[in-house]
């Protein structure tokens, strides 16, 4: 099996980020590195033809908080975010998500209409499970969309744990939805629709059973 598929979706989701939420230019290996760390972690924890046996989880803090901050950042422009978030990105660019979620929660309750601080939440929650979405992190992302329904980052940042966690088809739904509600004229959605094309593409391919080529 080669993972040329599993490469290919992280590049659309890079294009994603960088076209759509413009991340910067500096950014742009580390979100690389991070996508392409989940979709692979997913290509061998996903594959039946692999014995079932415990690995430690290997990951650098540094590309993968660092990436998702940055990312997140890239969505809300030059305003700086609250106090909160600014001193949880900082521990979540260590690697110390925990902390950082702890910090994210106060600032949710001081403020719980700060849509950033809701992602930010989100995305710290599920790098302290690894990868894995618990219902906090599916409420935080729940929640910032509600607060902004017509930002495509709730949405963007859940797909993308919902990617590395190993649910395409929980991701493939909510993104189609997200397709199906947008604008005519939004920008991101011709974006979206074809990383939705290439993750139908990788499903109905590991559907098949054939080896992906």
């Not at 890239?74 to 702890?102: C, E, H, I, K, W």
């Not at 004229?185 to 139908?200: F, I, P, V, Y």
Request: charged share 20%; aromatic share 8%.
């Amino acid at each position: 099996m080669t993972y040329l598929p599993i490469i290919l979706l992280a590049v659309l989701a890079l294009g994603f980020a960088i076209v759509v939420l413009r991340l910067p230019r500096s950014a742009w290996t580390l979100f690389a590195a991070a996508l392409v760390f989940g979709l692979a972690g997913y290509a061998l924890q996903g594959s039946p033809g692999f014995g079932g046996s415990p690995r430690a989880a290997v990951e650098d803090p540094d590309q993968t908080g660092g990436a998702l901050v940055e990312a997140r950042r890239s969505l809300f422009g030059p305003n700086p975010p609250s106090s909160y978030v600014t001193m949880a990105d900082g521990f979540a660019r260590q690697g110390q998500f925990a902390t950082a979620a702890g910090i994210l929660r106060s600032g949710v309750d001081a403020d719980p209409n700060d849509t950033e601080a809701w992602i930010a939440l989100g995305n710290a929650l599920v790098q302290h499970a690894d990868g894995r979405l618990s219902p906090a992190a599916l409420y935080s992302y729940a929640q910032a969309r509600k607060l902004e329904p017509d930002s495509p980052g709730p949405g963007f940042f859940l797909g993308v744990a919902m990617i590395r966690g190993g649910d395409l088809a929980d991701a493939r739904a909510l993104w189609a939805d997200m397709i199906a509600r947008a604008p005519a004229d939004a920008e991101w959605r011709e974006q979206l629709q074809q990383r939705l094309d290439m993750l139908d593409a990788l499903i109905a391919r590991m559907n098949s059973g054939k080896p992906t080529e």
